[in-house]
């Protein structure tokens, strides 16, 4: 959505960023703009003593230069006679411009690190807030979208911050100049100080069309990176349909109409700048004119002037470029802003306490639960009532679309019901209940990814302390594992690389499921964990979980094959979010034209 454009937005919006870089550390933005204070008088100081030597050097009788003054007013106050020797001035004006140098060094060390620190603050409140938002709200987001924000908008922000920071910096310089200008010559300063205003007034239109351009790249970049998202997700399916150069035409376009947007803001900066030189060149001639002709002031003094008239023009400029560089990148700040409190407001809206509960030791029970995504929305669960039993594996099963993973996410706390109680061992379970209720859970989804390093550290990824090479052992012949791990060349040592891609799926399943195992959790969740399976293996898994269950664990089985139940000892089916059918394996199958019983058939005859 577009934002106003006007200059009392511009300036709430530079506002605003000052004053996050202040919250980040007041006393080094204060150490940062007292150096641009003190570096920037001491210039001009340096100014003034380039005007001295200029129209006080004379040579006197043993051949060497003296600099004399004879006084004169600064702002009414009284200047003191100097006389002193030229290489005593010359070698004062070194030691101060290395004093300048000095503190301008200062002052960009910890510009840079408040650059720095502004940005991975940003980036560390994105971040937080969308690891504690709900999971309704994120999942109503792209991924591509909240990558990029984390990437490339923030890299963005950071030109923001800068161009701020140098628009402050300009702007002191410039007074410091016009301050100096006005104690040499008070008229041609404020005909100065006109011209720039005219300037700048004349640069209006491109900082407006600046901001237009600047929301436009936005969104060309937020689309590159939804389709470099897309193209990677399906990159397989590309190939084997044969649709890459549909997806290369794709990105061709959008890389294209990056290019023309910005082009066109390469074009407007260079006009911009150019006219704006142009006007320079001719307030420069102006003043030669009026200071040589009219008002016929001293060459020195001339030469002095025109040095700080085209500081202050410089200064000038770099105003008016930092102004479009910071519209032209404020949507990446906007859009950052925006993402963040929308999550944050979700993350108050969630509980602020963890409240401990007890360890299964009956059952959760789902009572009359129902839920919607959207309000006035048909209801993806209706008046669900189940019972997964401690001990006990329970098989939740039914096609696709059907609502089981939104059933899980009830379960897990991740969403919350309209209608209906959970409840665990008849304790209604609260808001502020469920994540302690979580770290009681193992869980396995149907995509398994797993982290950048060897088999053995996303075995023991989610472990407290690391277990041994038997407890290893026993969670790999579980999972049905243990025989191609050992087959690897390094063995539980073997790189999986990025996200497991240097495995299979299958293997990369397997891997998750023994994680889960290892970490000794009395609940187990497999959600259609065991769907990238060959048949073999997912039978030694099924049978490998009554060891588990015999230890103590209660599992939850969700899947779409019908087969999966048969190692169940309680089942429900789920369709278009009702239970069709529950109970026990063999008294749902006594029902020969019931759904499980048909659905066993039809798989067994496919």
Not at 479 to 498: C, I, S
Request: hydrophobic content about 45%; some cysteine.
């Amino acid at each position: 959505m577009s934002q106003p454009n006007s200059s009392i937005d511009t300036f709430k919006s530079g506002a605003r960023i000052v004053q996050e870089l202040a919250q980040l550390n007041r006393t080094r933005l204060f150490l940062a703009f007292g150096a641009m204070i003190i570096g920037g008088f001491f210039d001009g100081v340096s100014i003034l003593i380039v005007l001295v030597i200029l129209g006080g050097a004379q040579q006197v009788d043993d051949g060497q230069y003296n600099v004399f003054h004879d006084g004169g007013e600064i702002f009414g106050y009284a200047l003191p006679e100097i006389s002193i020797s030229l290489n005593l001035a010359l070698v004062m004006f070194l030691g101060l411009l290395a004093f300048t140098i000095v503190i301008m060094r200062f002052r960009a060390t910890q510009l840079n690190l408040l650059l720095f620190g502004f940005a991975n603050t940003q980036r560390l409140a994105l971040f937080s807030a969308l690891s504690q938002a709900s999971w309704q709200d994120i999942q109503s987001r792209r991924d591509s979208d909240i990558e990029h924000a984390l990437t490339g908008e923030i890299d963005r922000i950071t030109g923001c911050a800068y161009s701020v920071l140098n628009f402050i910096q300009a702007a002191i310089f410039a007074s410091i100049y016009i301050l100096f200008g006005l104690a040499i010559s008070w008229q041609m300063m404020v005909s100065l100080i006109l011209v720039s205003a005219l300037l700048w007034l004349g640069m209006t239109p491109f900082l407006r069309r600046s901001a237009r351009l600047g929301q436009t790249l936005q969104e060309n970049r937020g689309q590159q990176y939804q389709l470099i998202s897309t193209f990677l997700a399906r990159l397989k399916q590309a190939r084997v349909s044969n649709t890459e150069q549909q997806h290369l035409s794709e990105f061709r376009e959008a890389a294209d109409n990056h290019t023309s947007v910005s082009q066109s803001f390469a074009r407007l900066t260079a006009t911009a700048h150019g006219m704006f030189q142009f006007g320079i060149a001719v307030a420069v001639i102006l003043f030669l004119i009026v200071s040589l002709q009219i008002l016929q002031r001293p060459i020195p003094e001339v030469v002095v002037l025109l040095v700080v008239a085209l500081r202050v023009a410089l200064r000038v400029q770099v105003l008016q470029g930092s102004a479009q560089s910071f519209l032209a990148e404020r949507p990446a700040w906007r859009h950052i802003q925006d993402l963040t409190k929308r999550f944050e407001k979700s993350v108050a809206a969630a509980p602020t306490v963890k409240e401990p509960v007890p360890e299964i030791g009956n059952c959760l029970e789902l009572k009359d639960v129902s839920f919607s995504y959207e309000e006035n929305e048909t209801s993806a669960i209706s008046d669900v009532t189940l019972k997964i039993e401690k001990d006990k594996i329970t098989a939740l099963i039914g096609p696709s679309g059907s609502g089981k993973s939104t059933l899980v996410d009830l379960m897990l706390g991740l969403l919350e019901p309209k209608n209906g109680e959970i409840r665990l061992d008849g304790l209604q379970m609260q808001p502020e209940m469920f994540a302690s209720w979580r770290d009681q859970i193992a869980y396995v989804g149907q995509e398994a990814t797993l982290i950048n390093g060897t088999i053995r550290d996303n075995l023991c990824a989610y472990v407290s302390e690391p277990p041994d090479e038997d407890a290893i052992a026993d969670a790999l012949w579980l999972a049905n594992a243990e025989d191609f791990v050992m087959d690897l060349n390094l063995g539980l040592d073997e790189p999986v690389g990025e996200r497991g891609a240097l495995l299979s799926g299958g293997q990369r399943q397997r891997v998750a499921i023994a994680a889960a195992m290892l970490s000794f959790r009395p609940v187990l969740i497999l959600d259609e964990a065991t769907s990238a399976l060959d048949w073999e293996s997912q039978q030694v898994i099924l049978n490998g979980l009554s060891h588990l269950t015999n230890a103590g664990t209660t599992i939850l089985l969700v899947a779409h094959r019908p087969s999966v139940v048969l190692s169940a000892d309680n089942v429900y089916v789920l369709d278009n979010g009702r239970i069709r059918e529950s109970g026990a394996l063999s008294d749902i199958m006594e029902d020969k034209d019931g759904y499980l019983a048909r659905m066993i058939q039809s798989e067994v005859k496919s």
